[in-house]
């Protein structure tokens, strides 16, 4: 035990989630990629390269909350201009994976631009916010600062990945509002946002269809190539299910919505247990965009009550590392990280109970990915980094305080005596 609190710095609920995760990411991805494990000639594999992704991620977590947060101000705002948005042009020339360039390939190891993105944007946003309150929330310039920094980035990830877009403008957003910027700017933004999702959705339905042939290694020119994909999953979503038996028939259209919903349907409140799922063998992606459903049918309701409630204790635990800190920028990064994780969390579970349509989100920390694996594992160090700086500062000041309070009854007992020998003195 003295060796985990030693290793260990930092907020211990924030660890005890992570912790969790981990453990549950390992469980459920075991059990949800043996499809996986069929295709390849290794059985173990996919869940052993699993493994030593989350392992990669706990040393990151072990290093990065050891280093003080002010050096991830300088990391992310180198980030933004060069790294983050060198990866991102490069990846919308680079090669189609399921219809969508999202991935680059360096001698064999596949890394996803958006996820270096996204922690550079929520970097430069809090070091705007910094200077929006020094200047005590009157300029108007960090708004637009925000918007163009933000934006650009946004407008990059957008072409290929929507979602991503959404839950990172999301996040700027969120992360604006608790900033203080005026009112008035945020609601001129947020009538722009409907604006622009009127915009969206006309253009979705007006696009022709444009796909790529078979095989997913085509590169397509059109900027509007993902449309009808997510033309598609809209269309499927908003369908309602009237009785006619042409609505139960699984197709290619609705394979992944029809067999989340069985998933979800066969269980009950404490699931058929870990590895016992049968529908991860029909359900794609079930190790990755679906797997809560898997989590939902051998876990249980209970077990996806869990898991929600892990990712809202993490949102909690960040509330009030920000709250203890005595400069604005830790705080802001920390409320980022842990909005922007929440967010994708819950997009990630609402499309896999049926509440939202497909986005090809993954769930935070649980699902097989080595990208969101890493980031993710830097995102819990650098709040876990942040608590740490706290403790030690907390406790700095309680030991000053201490020896303040100590040596104060020592003058005291001085005075005194000084007096009273002043007394005699008199007296004499």
């Known amino acids: 035990m003295g060796l985990v609190k030693s290793l260990c710095k930092g907020a211990p609920v924030v660890w005890a989630i992570y912790f969790i995760l981990c453990v ?19 059985h173990w594999g996919p869940f052993t390269m ?7 991620g706990l040393v ?8 003080h947060y002010r050096n991830f101000r300088a990391l992310g705002l180198v980030l933004l201009p060069f790294l983050g948005l060198v990866l991102m042009v490069m990846t919308l020339y680079g090669a189609l994976v399921n219809n969508a360039a999202r991935w680059l390939n360096f001698d064999g190891l596949s890394v996803q631009p958006s996820e270096i993105a996204k922690f550079s944007v929520v970097v430069f946003v809090a070091a705007i916010l910094v200077w929006h309150k020094e ?8 708004f637009r600062y925000i918007l163009v920094g933000a934006g650009i980035m946004c407008a990059l990830i957008f072409r290929e990945n929507f979602s991503t877009a959404a839950i990172l403008f999301a996040t700027v957003y969120c992360m604006m509002f608790i900033g203080k910027i005026p009112a008035k700017q945020m609601l001129k933004l947020t009538v722009g946002c409907l604006a622009l999702v009127a915009v969206f959705l006309i253009m979705v339905f007006a696009v022709p269809d444009e796909r790529p042939a078979q095989g997913g290694e085509d590169k397509v020119s059109s900027i509007l190539h993902r449309f009808p994909a997510w033309r598609d999953r809209i269309v499927d979503f908003v369908t309602p299910v009237d009785g006619d038996p042409a609505d139960y028939l ?3 259209d609705n394979r992944q919505t029809t067999h989340a919903n069985i998933t979800i349907a066969s269980s009950n409140f404490i699931g058929c247990g870990p590895g016992n799922s049968v529908q991860r063998d029909f359900l794609s992606h079930s190790h990755t965009d679906f797997i809560y459903a898997i989590i939902i049918e051998e876990l249980g309701l209970a077990g996806g009550i869990v898991v929600f409630l892990l990712y809202f204790f993490l949102l909690i635990n960040a509330g009030r590392i920000a709250r203890q800190c005595d400069k604005p920028f830790p705080a802001y990064l920390v409320m980022g990280l842990a909005i922007l994780m929440t967010i994708q969390a819950v997009i990630n579970m609402a499309v896999a109970v049926g509440l939202f349509p497909v986005t090809g989100q993954t769930l935070p920390l649980i699902s097989k990915g080595g990208s969101s694996i890493v980031m993710c594992s830097f995102y819990f160090g650098i709040i876990l980094s942040v608590s740490r700086s706290n403790d030690l500062r907390i406790a700095r000041q309680r030991e000053e305080a201490q020896a303040a309070a100590v040596s104060e009854p020592v003058a005291a007992v001085d005075g005194d005596a000084g007096a009273a020998e002043d007394g005699d003195g008199v007296a004499s």
């Open 135 to 142: 200047n005590g929330y009157t300029d108007k310039r960090p």
């Open 250 to 252: 699984v197709t290619d």
């Open 60 to 67: 990151i977590v072990l290093v990065c909350h050891r280093v």
């Open 50 to 56: 699993h493994c030593i992704t989350l392992v990669i």
């Open 24 to 42: 549950i990411s390992v469980i459920e991805v075991f059990s949800a990629s043996s499809i996986l494990s069929y295709g390849s000639s290794n």
